[in-house]
């Protein structure tokens, strides 16, 4: 084995071992690819995702190729300038999304309430929880609408009816906020059911 094919391994291994350490970190949630493909509004991007999609393609067709010789081979400058063509307009893309304020602006914490709706009789007790999404801080502070109609435990999210309820029924909102982010609220109904 002569020293160019001992280079060419040896770059080969560094490659492969940090392409693994950042699938690693992707899985674990220390890379964040939220914004990898998404417009500026926040919605997926299917023109972004193909053209990321055939970078990855042609980037692993130019791997193997260079992983299945013995010695450097010689690259068509076709399949570079594919590669290049590729990344180049992915670049570009991004690079227009975030010249925009809008393009850079997060979207705000979604904040999805478990259950979604929930009849209860006077007295009794129903636990909420709070799914956060598109932030790390998962905290959320609870709130009833309208006010006074029971209790809610503002950090537990655990709805108390009150013990007396009109006649026929009445409907009280859940509200979770995140503490993150006010913007991020999310919603459940409690429907009271009570009296003669």
């Known amino acids: 084995?002569?020293?160019?094919?001992?280079?060419?391994?040896?770059?080969?291994?560094?490659?492969?071992?940090?392409?693994?350490?950042?699938?690693?970190?992707?899985?674990?949630?220390?890379?964040?690819?939220?914004?990898?493909?998404?417009?500026?509004?926040?919605?997926?991007?299917?023109?972004?995702?193909?053209?990321?999609?055939?970078?990855?393609?042609?980037?692993?067709?130019l791997f193997l190729v260079i992983a299945s010789s013995k010695e450097?081979?010689?690259?068509?400058?076709?399949?570079?300038?594919?590669?290049?063509?590729?990344?180049?307009?992915?670049?570009?893309?991004?690079?227009?999304?975030?010249?925009?304020?809008?393009?850079?602006?997060?979207?705000?914490?979604?904040?999805?309430?478990?259950?979604?709706?929930v009849t209860l009789a006077p007295g009794q007790s129903q636990a909420f929880k709070a799914d956060i999404s598109r932030t790390q801080n998962k905290a959320v502070q609870w709130a009833i609408l309208p006010p006074g109609v029971g209790q809610i435990n503002p950090a537990t999210g655990i709805y108390t009816a009150p013990n007396e309820i009109p006649a026929g029924?009445?409907?009280?909102?859940i509200q979770a906020v995140s503490l993150a982010d006010a913007l991020g609220v999310g919603t459940a109904t409690v429907h009271l059911v009570g009296g003669p």
Request: hydrophobic share 55%; glycine share 8%; proline share 4%.
């Open 1 to 61: 084995m002569d020293i160019v094919a001992a280079v060419a391994w040896v770059t080969l291994g560094f490659v492969a071992l940090l392409g693994l350490a950042v699938v690693w970190h992707i899985f674990t949630g220390k890379i964040d690819l939220t914004r990898l493909i998404s417009e500026p509004s926040g919605d997926a991007s299917m023109s972004r995702l193909q053209l990321l999609i055939f970078t990855f393609v042609i980037a692993l067709s």
């Open 169 to 173: 029924s009445a409907a009280v909102t």
């Open 72 to 117: 450097l081979p010689d690259i068509s400058a076709g399949v570079l300038t594919l590669l290049g063509i590729s990344a180049s307009s992915y670049l570009v893309s991004k690079g227009i999304q975030f010249s925009k304020t809008e393009g850079i602006e997060d979207r705000p914490a979604l904040v999805t309430v478990t259950p979604s709706s």
